[in-house]
């Protein structure tokens, strides 16, 4: 089954921490996408760098900024390959976000 | 057999149709051709097959074969291979499937009940005083949830273990809870919590909790007959112990031992201690200083502000109202019906019957039942 784990971090964790400490989990992350099972991935420029499009009446609307209706950024997303639910929970229990005060959604991808 | 088909297909509805299917086949071909001589392996071939019939229609097949092959060998399992390994019991894989903590609270109980008790949708609608569709769709919901999320159709390992055994023994308790309101239990779920604890007691029988929250179970149901008086409630100290079920309590006593002496437990769980409290509540004489110190240690453990009224409650019998008093006044709980009426108790036997009446007033406010209410109207009027 492929799961999306969608990485939601809270603003200002990382930044908190020193550069031995920031590097160390640069890695981890990196780690991560050269697992067994992770099958694609994508981190995201910062939140500062998002622009936002609608489109409302055949016109579009761009606006600077991200679409947050949450506290938390969304930072990027590792695509997984796993038997079930669990496995999937226990890879995303270890990516960085998870114990910094953020948030991993695990939300299945639709295949065919 | 419903669960050996999840189990094998991981999809409830198809396993459900499937296996009404194998029974309605028998109960047309047996009384021509006569009973199989492996009946229960017959039904579950037969509703295999009427399975993969299924799945071929749908074009899930390529996905599924995964995971049938290997078994079968390509040509449909035969009644003999099916006969000789007994069918396992995979009674503790539903369970945990239905209690996962990616479903909803709601909808762990209600698939508990469905699948493990094999309570019919409307059945469970009734006893939770929701609609019949409302409940359906909840169903509907969780079963999708447990198929497109995958998931898994297991028991836990090792270190995971106690965390989500704890949410399947909430599951059973939240069930009791829901049909011990009633005296009645009209609504069948106190007899059916019973009936699944005694279910994972005999598949956990080492769990020290699973036994624990049985006794617990057990000891609550047994007072039932006693605790109302035609409509009105009757307390604890108050209740004609000859209309206890003592049979009840002597099982649920025997489990309690065995839990007590488990050498493998670091500390007592909640349910042990809850039910040793029960216990000591069902002796002639209570003993009061033991029952405080029980909810002192339960307090600990749920840090909960309710498990520290009934301490305070229960220091009122072992020191006098005033201490009991000090502890109540130092929660807060401004929602929760008991602590006004506890409070109004206490207040009364300090012989400040004013403010007595006021804090009974609050509790009445809060009241959700006709005994209640009643009980409290005749404590004002009392006062």
């Known amino acids: 089954m492929q799961y999306a784990l969608l990485i939601y971090s809270k603003p200002g964790a990382v930044e908190a921490l020193g550069d031995a400490e920031r590097a160390a989990i640069h890695r981890e992350y990196l780690d991560i996408k050269q697992e067994p099972g992770i099958v694609g991935g994508a981190s995201l420029h910062p939140v500062e760098t998002a622009t936002t499009v609608r489109v409302q009446d055949g016109r579009t609307l761009v606006t600077d900024g991200p679409f947050a209706d949450t506290k938390e950024v969304f930072g990027g997303l590792y695509l997984l390959e796993a038997d079930d639910l669990d496995q999937a929970t226990k890879v995303a229990s270890r990516i960085p976000a998870a114990r910094l005060g953020g948030v991993i959604e695990i939300r299945p991808v639709v295949t065919d | ?383």
């Open chain 2, 1 to 383: 057999m419903l669960a050996s088909l999840i189990g094998h297909f991981g999809d409830f509805d198809l396993a459900e149709e499937a296996a009404a299917e194998a029974f309605a086949i028998a109960t047309k071909r047996w009384p021509a051709d006569g009973v199989p001589d492996h009946p229960a392996a017959w039904l579950v071939t037969t509703a295999r097959r009427r399975a993969i019939d299924r799945l071929r229609r749908d074009r899930v097949l390529a996905a599924k074969l995964r995971l049938l092959l290997p078994e079968n060998g390509g040509a449909g399992p035969g009644e003999d291979d099916v006969a000789e390994r007994a069918i396992p019991d995979e009674r503790l894989e539903l369970v945990f499937m239905c209690c996962h903590p990616a479903l909803a609270p709601d909808a762990q109980v209600a698939l508990t009940l469905r699948a493990v008790g094999g309570l019919a949708t409307d059945e469970i609608a009734r006893a939770f005083l929701v609609p019949a569709e409302t409940m359906k769709r909840r169903l509907t919901r969780a079963k999708s949830k447990i198929k497109v999320a995958g998931i898994p159709f297991a028991v836990p390992s090792g270190p995971q273990l106690p965390e989500r055994l704890a949410v399947v023994l909430a599951v059973v308790y939240l069930i009791f809870n829901q049909g011990y309101g009633d005296h009645q239990d009209t609504s069948g779920l106190a007899a059916e919590a019973i009936r699944l604890g005694r279910v994972l007691a005999g598949l956990l029988p080492a769990e020290p909790e699973v036994l624990g929250l049985l006794a617990l179970m057990l000891l609550h149901d047994a007072r039932r007959a006693a605790r109302f008086d035609g409509q009105d409630l009757v307390l604890l100290p108050d209740q004609d112990r000859t209309r206890w079920d003592w049979r009840q309590i002597e099982q649920a006593r025997v489990l309690l031992d065995r839990a007590l002496l488990d050498p493998a437990a670091v500390r007592r769980g909640q349910y042990v201690i809850q039910a040793a409290i029960a216990s000591l509540q069902a002796e002639p004489r209570l003993d009061w200083p033991q029952i405080a110190a029980l909810y002192a240690e339960l307090a600990d453990l749920t840090d909960s502000d309710v498990v520290r009224l009934n301490r305070a409650v229960a220091i009122a019998e072992a020191e006098g109202p005033a201490p009991a008093l000090t502890l109540v006044e130092a929660l807060e709980l401004p929602g929760y019906q008991y602590w006004h009426s506890t409070r109004a108790e206490l207040l009364r036997r300090l012989g400040r019957a004013d403010e007595a009446r006021a804090a009974y007033r609050q509790a009445l406010a809060l009241a959700r039942t006709a005994p209640e209410r009643r009980f409290l109207e005749r404590r004002i009027a009392e006062a």
